[in-house]
């Protein structure tokens, strides 16, 4: 599975983005996905991950409440909306994928796409 992950880009506080990852190779469908994030100097840290249905979600506790996870296993793709952004949450943001939901919320990825940078000034 290849991963392209977009959306990123520079955003005041308060603001919204929406990261896209399109996936191409194997079926999509058969993968939980998932977003990472890694701050300067410090360890990728886990932000939401989704089921390959859609029907299990999970989110991390800086985030839960400001972030969305979703996909569109039609259009290969998953997404990450996030609303009233912080400064906080400057990083480089990664997509992966996992054979299994319980694992890629414990970290466990198959799969890593390159990330893409997330900068909110305040």
């Known amino acids: 599975v290849q991963l392209q992950a977009s959306g990123g880009g520079l955003v005041q506080a308060g603001g919204s983005l929406r990261l896209s990852c399109a996936a191409s190779?194997?079926?999509?469908?058969?993968?939980?996905m998932g977003w990472f994030r890694q701050a300067p100097g410090k360890g990728r840290e886990f932000v939401a991950a989704i089921d390959w249905s859609g029907g299990s979600i999970s989110s991390g506790d800086s985030v839960k409440v400001r972030f969305a996870i979703s996909r569109d296993n039609a259009k290969n793709t998953v997404y990450l909306q996030m609303n009233s952004l912080e400064p906080e949450d400057t990083a480089n943001y990664y997509c992966?994928?996992?054979?299994?939901?319980?694992?890629?919320?414990?970290?466990?990825?198959?799969?890593w796409g390159k990330g893409t940078q997330v900068t909110v000034s305040s």
């Open positions: 190779g194997r079926a999509f469908s058969n993968y939980a």
């Open positions: 992966a994928a996992s054979g299994s939901f319980n694992s890629i919320v414990r970290g466990g990825v198959n799969y």
